[in-house]
């Protein structure tokens, strides 16, 4: 009897857990199909709402400034001097520009805050102005890239990144350890590294194989140096040989290179990667110089003019690199291959 009373008792207690004796009323079954609609419905509407605040605009056109020397006595147009190379900076932090890598450009990986303008820094022939580095391995402040980054720390949110579009000099070096010094602290800091072809020859007229030997041959130093791939190449004098491709894609041997981007001299702003007149095979670059003679109007104080008089052209983020923002009337520029990301407001 004894073990059946304690067999009743032991049972009255399970039921009464099973039956949930004493607890609340087990709540409605939720529709989290119909939640997670109504969350992305809200989502999509804060995104619409802070894309026409800041008047986004990732149709817009970039401007690509090209560098060369930053030397203390120009022997060329082309030179700056690091007084005119900190007061370009600091045009471009007063407009509310943000620097990004050619690489980023050409893909699409555009990641800037909300109301900033894209701009991408190129500079050629990798000069010792550009990047000088002491025996232990420091910066030389009164370099291109040294004055680069003591503007970008004195205005947080400017990015300390450019595109080094490199020869085989690079940067005044011959040996390659010194070499992969060079192109390891430019990939360590976060800097793009391009072709600029091995002799800096006209590419124009030049056979295939001339061409691919001319390229090629950077690709495999880089490739070998830095173990990252040029994902760029700007052609020397902004010429373009015979065939365009042929700068786009070849092979040279056991070495192919195959860029996302050919970049050329000048003279326009460059259309954004989103839009329909974007062209990898020749993308516009602004020479950085003063409003002086044919920069009156083509060079980079002169366009950055008319960027600003012109903001309804200028490429304008809604902080969001994985959306296309735009008014809803530029919706024809798109590009189709981007229709999923696209965000009209």
């Known amino acids: 009897m004894r073990l059946r009373l304690l067999s009743g008792v032991g049972l009255i207690a399970v039921t009464a857990v099973v039956c949930g004796c004493g607890s609340e009323p087990a709540a409605k079954p939720v529709n989290t199909a119909a939640n997670t609609a109504a969350k992305l419905k809200q989502a999509k509407a804060a995104q619409l709402a802070l894309a026409a605040k800041v008047k986004a605009n990732e149709l817009g056109q970039i401007p690509v400034l090209m560098f060369h020397r930053v030397i203390k006595n120009p022997a060329t147009t082309d030179d700056r001097t690091p007084e005119q190379f900190r007061g370009d900076l600091e045009r471009l932090v007063k407009d509310g520009y943000v620097p990004i890598t050619a690489a980023e450009y050409v893909t699409g990986k555009i990641d800037i805050p909300a109301g900033k303008h894209a701009v991408v820094l190129t500079f050629d022939d990798s000069s010792p102005s550009q990047l000088t580095l002491d025996e232990m391995g ?102 373009q040989p015979h065939n365009k491709k042929w700068a786009m894609h070849g092979k040279l041997g056991d070495v192919t290179y195959d860029h996302k981007g050919v970049f050329l001299a000048g003279y326009t702003p460059a259309p954004a990667p989103f839009s329909k007149s974007f062209d990898p095979l020749g993308i516009p670059r602004i020479r950085a110089m003063d409003k002086k003679g044919d920069c009156k109007q083509f060079c980079s104080v002169a366009w950055l003019d008319w960027l600003k008089n012109n903001p309804d052209m200028r490429y304008t983020s809604d902080g969001d690199p994985l959306t296309v923002a735009f008014p809803k009337f530029k919706n024809p520029f798109l590009r189709t291959s981007f229709t999923a990301r696209a965000l009209a407001y």
Do not use: C
């Open 138 to 239: 420091n910066l030389a402040p009164d370099t291109a890239i040294g004055i680069l980054r003591d503007v970008a720390a004195k205005n947080p949110g400017f990015r300390p990144v450019a595109t080094m579009y490199v020869t085989r000099d690079m940067f005044g070096k011959t040996v390659r350890d010194e070499q992969a010094q060079m192109l390891l602290w430019l990939k360590d800091n976060g800097f793009d590294i391009g072709n600029h072809t091995r002799d800096h020859i006209n590419l124009r007229g030049r056979s295939e194989k001339e061409v691919e030997e001319q390229i090629a041959t950077i690709q495999t130093m880089v490739s070998s140096l830095a173990f990252v791939k040029p994902v760029t190449i700007a052609l020397p004098y902004g010429n």
